[in-house]
């Protein structure tokens, strides 16, 4: 279902997820020509091909869109080439498996039966890859964050490589990991491994230039082609913030999206995105000037929508007369007049609706509460999150000093719940170079939560720190990405299984 600010907004999907999404792949040229030579050689069986990159320039991305260019062959293929069928793959995400254990899952995927011992296995794996390849079938290996592969584990994918019949490498191998991957791989004792690449592609980030194009793409791919425009200055700013990084360029950009409901504006500027910027805390300044990004004036877009609109309206609860707005100077919280309301993006068949201004259903508590929420955040620093939240997790909430539940709709009967907070992570701050003393205290929250064990706390989000999120995400009904977002974060610091509906 669509977020009611996206829908308001016109779009009807999210542009600017934390997952990654092949379907709408962004190509630059370096990216079209690095991803043509990949498959280039995994079709001629050269071997080995390596892929590297930063935390969030697209990986995990750049090799689903590989896997969906080899099934579908919509990539443009030697005029000699033999069509041959799509290839068997073995797609390993959890590095964690290592060793034998990795083994067992390479096998697992290909649909061969683990054996009592590991020559047991490597021997089925062999046999399985003859079969293939008599078949005229590739066999197509992919590990994501392979940074995480002990040097056990990198000898195992030397001895993979090794596989061959004639001139023919049975088996092709991509492996995809962080900068620190070739490095391990540059050792003197791993050196045979790293002698078999092939291909080696190092993702780098968007040009300034491709940040404006990568805009316009993913507005257009979400429904939102023409209606919502990036300023030259907010491109501007929002590349010298995130250097090109397709992850940070999302983290802000999503928030930006909740500042032009809340504005009710169809452009992003440039003080929309560094009001985005302090939110999420990228590039994040000193702690003094920190705190100072968010004094009342960019209080606004931190709360997002809900709290936006409740500013809006705030007369009526803050004893404050509409026609006399007034800052609530003992909270922190000024209180605006919602601006003239004007026409946001809808479908091209229908035409574009007027926001109309939704009546906040709270209580004079709610109320209260959220006027020291406000205070909170605007004294101490920490950015304040709001979400729609989903059927069943409110009778699992506190509500008290650093978090509020309130219902914010046009009409009382589809009313939504939703929920501010005052989280004490984020997930910019978990994207830091290990160790990270953010990932630590998240690591310590999860062992709480018996979902990690306490040996595993190094202050790296790593496999075992992805596998645990997503265990935790599963557990709610979520997808489980393993990524911590919003909302992920939220039921880790916030939810208690204890409470129910009639314990309120």
């Not at 913030?241 to 504005?263: E, T």
Request: glycine share 6%.
């Amino acid at each position: 279902m669509t977020s009611p600010h996206l829908s308001l907004l016109g779009l009807h999907r999210n542009p600017f997820p934390l997952t990654p999404d092949a379907q709408s792949y962004f190509y630059t040229q370096q990216l079209e020509n690095e991803l043509a030579e990949v498959e280039h050689c995994i079709k001629s069986g050269k071997g080995f091909i390596l892929v590297t990159g930063e935390v969030g320039l697209g990986k995990s991305t750049f090799v689903r869109r590989l896997l969906d260019m080899l099934e579908s062959g919509d990539a443009q293929a030697d005029a000699q080439s033999i069509v041959q069928p799509s290839p068997q793959v073995a797609l390993v995400l959890n590095t964690f498996l290592q060793g034998r254990e990795l083994l067992s899952a390479i096998n697992h995927d290909f649909g061969i039966p683990v054996q009592s011992s590991m020559a047991l296995d490597m021997a089925a794996l062999n046999a399985f890859l003859l079969q293939q390849s008599s078949e005229r079938r590739q066999c197509l290996l992919i590990i994501d964050d392979a940074q995480n592969l002990t040097r056990e584990s990198l000898e195992l994918v030397r001895l993979l490589c090794n596989l061959e019949s004639g001139q023919e490498k049975l088996l092709q191998i991509v492996l995809a990991g962080q900068p620190e991957l070739l490095t391990t791989l540059s050792q003197e004792n791993l050196r045979q491994l790293k002698s078999r690449i092939a291909k080696h592609v190092h993702l780098e980030g968007l040009s300034a230039a491709d940040v404006a194009r990568y805009f316009e793409f993913r507005i257009t791919k979400a429904g939102g082609a023409g209606h919502l425009k990036l300023e030259n200055s907010a491109c501007k700013l929002l590349y010298r913030a995130s250097q090109g990084n397709p992850r940070r360029i999302h983290l802000i950009l999503d928030r930006c999206l909740y500042g032009l409901v809340a504005r009710r504006s169809q452009r992003i500027n440039k003080t929309l995105v560094k009001e985005a910027i302090a939110d999420i805390q990228v590039g994040r300044p000193p702690t003094d000037q920190r705190r100072a990004a968010y004094r009342p004036g960019a209080l606004l877009l931190t709360l997002g929508l809900p709290l936006a609109a409740i500013a809006g309206w705030g007369g009526h609860y803050l004893n404050t007369p509409a026609s006399q707005p007034a800052p609530v100077t003992s909270t922190g919280l000024t209180t605006v007049m919602a601006p003239p309301a004007i026409p946001l993006a809808s479908s091209p068949a229908q035409p574009q609706p007027t926001i109309q201004s939704p009546q906040p259903l709270i209580s004079p508590q709610q109320a209260t509460c959220l006027q020291k929420l406000s205070a909170a955040s605007a004294q101490h620093g920490p950015a304040m999150r709001s979400l729609p939240l989903p059927v069943g997790l409110k009778a699992h909430l506190h509500q008290g000093s650093d978090l509020c539940i309130y219902q914010l709709d046009s009409a009382a009967e589809t009313a939504t719940d939703w929920v501010i907070w005052q989280p004490s992570l984020s997930s910019a701050d978990l994207l830091g170079a290990p160790p990270n003393e953010a990932v630590r205290r998240l690591q310590a929250i999860l062992v709480q939560h018996e979902l990690l064990e306490a040996d595993d706390i190094d202050g790296r989000f790593g496999p075992l720190t992805r596998a645990a999120i997503a265990r935790q995400q599963q557990q709610h009904g979520l997808p489980a990405t393993g990524e911590p977002d919003d909302l992920t974060l939220l039921l880790l610091e916030k939810y208690d299984e204890r409470l129910s509906s009639t314990a309120r």
